[in-house]
């Protein structure tokens, strides 16, 4: 989730070439309904999206039954006020920009954390 068109089209044609399927949503609204609709593995997280910030959303998730088991992923160009603000559960952090490849190595780990 993410607001930004570009990331969110990058982000999606990099996954799905290895092989992960993807849905990108641009908008906070309805978040919950969206991850419950479609049962991801990992939810990548922008820290800004839109009408609320993302680490407002990863906590309605982390405190969702329903969603808790689902490792997140919060991305951010502002670290420093991401760690000011504290990580509201997420599993790992990525600053923006990211190499891809760490982005790869990060989902990774969170679906071994999940599987374990």
């Known amino acids: 989730m993410d ?6 089209e990058m982000a999606k044609e990099a996954l799905s070439y290895e092989n992960f399927h993807v ?3 641009n908008t906070s609204k ?4 969206e991850i ?8 990548l997280l922008d ?6 910030n993302g680490g407002e959303i990863c906590h309605q998730i982390k405190v ?11 991305m951010s ?21 990211f190499d891809l490849y760490h982005l ?5 780990a969170c679906l071994v954390k999940a599987t374990a």
């Open 3 to 8: 607001d930004d068109e570009a990331i969110l």
């Open 30 to 33: 309805n978040a919950i309904h």
């Open 77 to 97: 160009g502002f670290p420093r006020v991401f760690e000011s603000l504290g990580n509201y559960g997420c599993d790992f952090f990525i600053s923006k920009p």
């Open 47 to 52: 820290y800004l999206v839109g009408e609320i």
């Open 104 to 108: 790869l190595k990060t989902i990774d």
């Open 23 to 25: 849905k990108t949503i």
């Open 64 to 74: 969702n039954e329903l969603t808790k088991h689902i490792p997140v992923i919060i």
């Open 36 to 43: 419950l609709e479609y049962k991801p593995d990992v939810i």
